[in-house]
């Protein structure tokens, strides 16, 4: 099937498929709108029943109505809807994400857009209000000082390459013509701006809002520099993304986007931005940063706001990642580092889907584990604080498997390494909130590496064998018994320690002739 067009045939799939709640009573953007989305990940549903929700009459804290609606957690309500996203099945998302970046396919440049179907620029750039058009909801009400874009796609280029970077990052509206975005080291907006600021030239940058899915879902993903994330963006999509010239600047944005912020980033100031309710469930802290100045606004006829739901983990946000950066990290592991018997890599989403990390091998040495482990913390001083090794009969998403693993495959003395130079921001626990904001960006952490692989041939695991659990399960289930959702292991194997004289005597006492075996015992008694 084709890739969608834009956001609102994707809307219609997801409608389709039952994956969209629609809200049309009064919503108050400002206290109401987050809140009520944010119960679907707080009020205990599960994930396959959580939706995504477009609000279609809002209205802010003064009263004032909006001529548009708001669609929030499309990307990533549940993996169901990221799957919609991919436009694949949920058991189809790795592979998909592998050919993307295996087999990126660069964008076109076609001649008009419907995200300039209404053009904002001059003496009419506050036409319709600048900014305050559309319904930008408070994410965090109550803490959050400003609504912020969640899912604004910041579109720049290298003044070298000329190579595009297309990035999500958290915007502060600050007037109707002016926001604040979180661009910090190592980020490559910032490192594009610290470029522009070197040739003493304001950065040009685009902010794309409500494009097809695709460019959301690469933007979230940590690509590596000199990417261009529309390229993976058309992987995903199997055809090239459209694109048109904006027009103020010299950039690109997606065709169909339902609108598009064009502007200048100073480089001769920075100015205070946040706080903003963040992904590790605490309050992301303010600091000296980057500032958007608007120079042209375009948008499709009654505008779409699409925003990402944030903050406290789970969340959406914290689910987009966690599968980009899965499927990053195994292509990394496996193809760019040659580990070929690396099986699986998961985040896990009570970490932000960012901050611990769980690496599947099979038949592993020992060096290969730790190739692994560093690959991990080696790919960005961003994330990845706790980075565990473990073998492929280990469920590294269940964290009572993994656990098990950590109490009986590891010794600390010997399997656990500190790593130094790593960097994060926004975790509250790498330096004291009240300290220097200017230090905060550069506070330096570091990362816990586990190889919690085997290191030796193991007994067999403590459970039945295979064919008595798989019949077990017939007859729990001819029973009428509630319905199970296995755990891994849920059958004993071999680990590459037992012994033939012991594995007989197991088949012994399955034909009920254990007593053969106490004869044997008798004769070798061990006099003390």
């Known amino acids: 099937m084709a890739y969608y067009k834009d956001l609102r045939e994707y809307i219609r799939v997801l409608e389709e498929k039952g994956k969209l709640q629609r809200i049309n009573r009064e919503i108050n953007k400002d206290t109401e709108l987050m809140p009520l989305v944010r119960w679907q990940f707080r009020g205990g549903l599960a994930d396959e029943d959580r939706k995504a929700f477009l609000f279609e009459k809002v209205i802010d804290a003064k009263g004032k109505k909006y001529n548009g609606q708001v669609l929030v957690a499309s990307h990533a309500g549940s993996r169901a809807i990221y799957a919609l996203a991919m436009n694949c099945k949920p058991e189809e998302i790795v592979q998909k994400w592998q050919e993307a970046q295996a087999h990126p396919i660069k964008p076109k440049i076609v001649a008009s857009g419907s995200c300039q179907e209404e053009v904002h620029v001059g003496d009419n750039l506050m036409q319709h209000g600048g900014l305050e058009e559309f319904a930008v909801p408070i994410s965090t009400p109550g803490f959050d000082n400003a609504p912020y874009f969640s899912a604004g796609n910041f579109v720049t280029k290298d003044p070298e390459t000329g190579i595009r970077n297309v990035g999500n990052h958290r915007t502060m509206i600050k007037s109707p013509i002016r926001t604040g975005v979180d661009g910090r080291m190592p980020q490559h907006i910032r490192q594009h701006w610290n470029k522009w600021k070197q040739r003493g030239i304001p950065m040009p940058v685009a902010i794309s809002v409500g494009p097809i899915p695709n460019v959301g879902l690469v933007a979230v993903t940590k690509v590596p520099y000199g990417v261009d994330e529309f390229d993976v963006a058309g992987g995903i999509a199997g055809e090239p993304i459209e694109l048109v010239k904006c027009k103020t600047v010299d950039l690109e944005v997606p065709a169909t986007s339902e609108i598009v912020i064009e502007g200048e980033v ?236 012991i594995a007989e005597e197991a088949e012994l006492a399955l034909k009920g002739e254990h007593y053969k075996t106490g004869e044997k015992l008798a004769k070798n008694r061990i006099k003390v």
């Open 266 to 501: 100073p480089i001769d100031y920075l100015e205070r931005e946040g706080p903003f309710g963040e992904f590790t469930g605490y309050m992301g802290m303010w600091d000296p940063n980057l500032t958007v100045n608007v120079k042209c606004i375009t948008h499709r006829k009654q505008p779409i706001w699409n925003a990402y739901i944030s903050q406290f983990p789970p969340s959406e946000s914290s689910l987009m990642t966690q599968i980009g950066e899965e499927a990053a990290h195994y292509k990394l592991l496996k193809h760019d580092l040659g580990i070929d018997n690396v099986v699986d890599v998961a985040f896990h989403l009570e970490s932000g889907g960012r901050m611990m990390c769980v690496v599947v091998l099979k038949n592993a040495t020992t060096s290969q584990a730790w190739q692994a482990i560093y690959g991990v913390s080696a790919r960005t001083s961003l994330y990845s604080k706790i980075i565990i090794a473990v073998d492929d009969d280990i469920d590294p998403r269940d964290m009572d498997s993994v656990f098990w693993a950590l109490c009986y495959r590891m010794q600390p003395h010997r399997d656990l390494h500190i790593a130094q130079g790593k960097t994060a921001a926004l975790d509250p626990s790498s330096i004291p909130p009240e300290a220097k904001a200017d230090l905060h960006a550069l506070a330096p952490t570091s990362a816990l590496l586990i190889d919690a692989t085997r290191k030796w041939g193991y007994p067999p695991t403590s459970l039945p064998r295979r064919e008595f659990m798989e019949n077990a399960l017939e007859l729990w289930q001819e029973l009428g018994l509630p319905e199970l959702k296995p755990k891994v292991p849920w059958f004993g194997s071999s680990l590459g320690f037992w012994p033939d004289e």
